[in-house]
């Protein structure tokens, strides 16, 4: 192993490889679920759509111990998806974190959507363009607060600490190498074995990945349709 210090180098690059992959694969379900589901909720009228938009925007608020508690119950031996054997592994967490990250995804998606004139939408339709052609184009007119949606959304799964160490367990192998810690939980572990210049270490890393993810998110609002800034 590498050290530096009293820090061990393979011990954090490990444990930030598993944050960047769960959270990243969290973030990317969602958004693969969320965004259609946001769509299909704005350009849709059915009965109880007020009560949709309600529940999806009370999910932003899931206390992530209840949403790990249930993952664990699904994912037990004796739950509905226990036959796959992911309990404690990444992709529980990756399931855990998906499950806090999509209400907050489609709704900061939903509210760009739906700020999109409806006068443009109605524009596109009489020109003959069809149901996807007007999405299309009310994804791009709406593009800046989708990626707002998509950074709330990893702010949420990469700051998560409650339901991935109750579904993951917090493993890490007998090398120093992190099978199911994370950023968040290696933090909370290190603080109560006193271990603070590790623990700033991790609270170091964590800031800049999240200030480099929100960089990035901010370089892509600032720039107009034709490729420049504005």
Do not use: C, H, W
């Not at 759509?49 to 790990?68: E, Q, R, W």
Request: without cysteine.
């Amino acid at each position: 192993m590498f050290g530096l210090g009293d820090l061990n180098l393979t011990y954090l690059v490990s444990i930030t490889l598993v944050s960047l992959y769960v959270s990243t694969a969290a973030v990317l379900v969602s958004a693969t679920l969320g965004l259609p589901m946001a769509l299909a909720v704005s350009f849709r009228d059915f009965r109880g759509k007020a009560v949709v938009t309600s529940i999806i925007s009370t999910g932003m608020g899931f206390p992530s111990v209840v949403v790990g508690l249930l993952v664990l119950l699904a994912l037990s031996r004796s739950g509905p998806l226990g036959e796959f054997e992911l309990l404690f592994t990444p992709e529980a967490m990756i399931l855990s974190q998906t499950v806090l990250a999509l209400p907050v995804l489609v709704s900061v998606a939903l509210s760009a959507i739906q700020s999109v004139p409806q006068d443009l939408r109605d524009a596109a339709f009489a020109s003959g363009g069809t149901s996807t052609d007007v999405a299309l184009l009310v994804v791009r007119e709406a593009r800046y607060g989708i990626v707002t949606a998509l950074l709330a959304a990893y702010g949420r799964a990469i700051s998560e600490v409650g339901s991935v160490l109750i579904v993951g367990g917090n493993i890490v192998f007998s090398d120093g190498t992190s099978f199911t810690r994370t950023l968040t939980t290696a933090i909370t572990v290190e603080a109560r074995k006193g271990n603070i210049e590790t623990g700033i270490a991790l609270g170091g890393i964590l800031l800049t990945l999240v200030l480099a993810v929100n960089a990035l998110g901010a370089r892509f609002r600032d720039r107009t349709p034709n490729g420049g800034r504005r």
